[in-house]
């Protein structure tokens, strides 16, 4: 794995003739995880794909850099909303996709690794289909890091699963995902909270800095001063345009 | 009940039903047969009827293999390319617009008397429902799915052949499906418009002689090869179901 670079996004994005969000100076720290809050519609999501080099509906004007000045194409691993499994293809096949839509011979050693530490070796031959949700996040998780890849893009990767579920792979993310370049996209300013080292609130007016706690990620939720900080957060969301 | 109990049951309430009419409209059997009667002489040709059955057998099956190979590499090719579709799909929808029936005469013109003028109907027939149903199926994987194979670097053949088939296969299935049903209308159209052989001749020369029972029995014959084809195409297609 090469070190993880921060990233810097200089621009604004225009759709239908509207500016979808205003000019923004964003730089996402290297290996550490940026979340991005935010109204539905405001273009979090938009940020996530224009980063990820894919394409989306309207025009961006403005640069997306890496630190390291080196192409950011190959160095971006990316895990949406739902686990996104192939339901042809068994938990062991899918976490070594990637390797295979590239053409390349998968490292099956690693994969079995990873499998172990996310905690589904022993369904390693079965299909999607037949875990559960959260078991099915985590053989995402698996195949997202298989990719190893410097940075990685979470859009609301956790927001379909159950309250202890999303707790259990918040914390697992957090220690598999440690020293990427990580922007995550998510709804919860809980999630935000444990998770962030840095916060970002996107709104129509460009992006702002919410400061994070003192204490690293990943935080304790029920703590006075995270679930404060989550009511005043909500409040500024609920403010915001 | 199982669905063949169904199956049964249909059938035999059809036959009570013919026999009803033939029965209470005394309507002669050069008109309408009864079962009974087509039966018997399905029995006495029987010989007859398997030799052109064979040969119309032989024609839809080879149209059908023709048809859905052309039908699976061009949907392949439209899905990779949206300029090709945009350019191709036109003279597609062109082609389905007109009747094959005006077709026919012209192709046994081009292909002769022999079994390559039907093979070509039953392929003409059935290359669109074929190469629609699994086009529909590649351009529909759902776009996150996509991304996340761009993401990862894949090769468009590796995510056509990973991804997007797979995906697909259903689709494939339910056009394959359409495909069994179609196949024979072409083959017998073809035979309809010039031949010596198969089933299509079979009837039109039992009809010109006003053996309307031995017309029945060919038709009835051609009716359960199509429907062993589709039950057959049906298992396939479910086999062809990824999940």
Request: glycine share 8%; aromatic share 8%.
């Amino acid at each position: 794995m090469t070190d993880a670079p921060a990233l810097h996004v200089n621009g604004h994005h225009d759709m239908a003739g509207r500016q979808l969000f205003a000019p923004l100076d964003l730089t996402l720290p290297a290996g550490q995880w940026t979340c991005v809050l935010g109204r539905s519609g405001v273009g979090k999501s938009t940020l996530l794909r224009l980063i990820a080099g894919l394409t989306c509906a309207g025009d961006f004007n403005g640069q997306i850099e890496a630190s390291d000045s080196a192409p950011l194409a190959g160095r971006i691993s990316f895990m949406a909303q739902s686990d996104l499994l192939l339901p042809w293809l068994s938990v062991f096949e899918n976490v070594v996709l990637g390797a295979r839509l590239r053409g390349d011979t998968p490292d099956k050693d690693l994969a079995h690794d990873l499998l172990q530490r996310v905690g589904l070796a022993a369904f390693r031959d079965m299909k999607p289909a037949a875990l559960s949700g959260g078991m099915r996040q985590r053989a995402a998780l698996a195949r997202t890091l298989m990719e190893d890849r410097p940075v990685a893009l979470l859009d609301e990767p956790f927001s379909a699963l159950d309250a202890s579920t999303r707790a259990d792979m918040q914390e697992l993310s957090a220690q598999m995902l440690q020293g990427k370049t990580v922007l995550i996209v998510t709804h919860d300013p809980a999630e935000a909270l444990r998770l962030g080292h840095q916060i970002v609130v996107l709104t129509a007016a460009g992006a702002t800095l919410w400061p994070p706690l003192d204490t690293p990620p990943v935080r304790d939720q029920y703590a006075p001063e995270t679930i404060a900080d989550q009511a005043a957060l909500l409040s500024h969301l609920r403010g915001a345009p | 009940m199982s669905k063949w109990a169904y199956a049964f049951g249909a059938t035999g309430l059809g036959l009570i039903l013919w026999s009803t009419v033939v029965w209470a409209t005394g309507v002669p059997h050069f008109i309408l047969p009864s079962p009974w009667r087509v039966a018997q002489a399905g029995w006495d040709s029987s010989s007859l009827i398997g030799v052109n059955a064979l040969v119309t057998a032989t024609e839809v099956v080879t149209g059908l293999v023709v048809g859905a190979v052309l039908g699976v590499i061009s949907a392949i090719q439209l899905a990779n390319s949206d300029r090709l579709y945009r350019l191709v799909m036109p003279l597609l929808i062109f082609t389905q617009a007109v009747p094959v029936f005006a077709l026919a005469p012209i192709l046994t013109l081009w292909f002769g008397y022999g079994m390559a003028s039907k093979v070509v109907m039953a392929v003409l027939i059935i290359y669109f429902p074929v190469t629609s149903a699994f086009y529909d199926g590649l351009t529909r994987v759902p776009r996150d799915i996509v991304d996340m194979a761009r993401a990862m670097n894949g090769t468009r053949w590796q995510i056509m052949r990973r991804i997007k088939i797979p995906h697909a296969l259903p689709s494939l299935g339910t056009g394959l499906k359409l495909a069994a049903v179609y196949a024979p209308i072409g083959a017998v159209i073809g035979e309809w418009v010039g031949a010596s052989k198969g089933l299509g001749y079979l009837m039109l020369l039992a009809n010109g002689r006003a053996k309307t029972d031995l017309m029945f029995a060919s038709l009835i014959t051609l009716a359960a090869m199509t429907i062993c084809l589709y039950v057959l195409v049906d298992k396939v297609a479910t086999r062809l179901r990824p999940d």
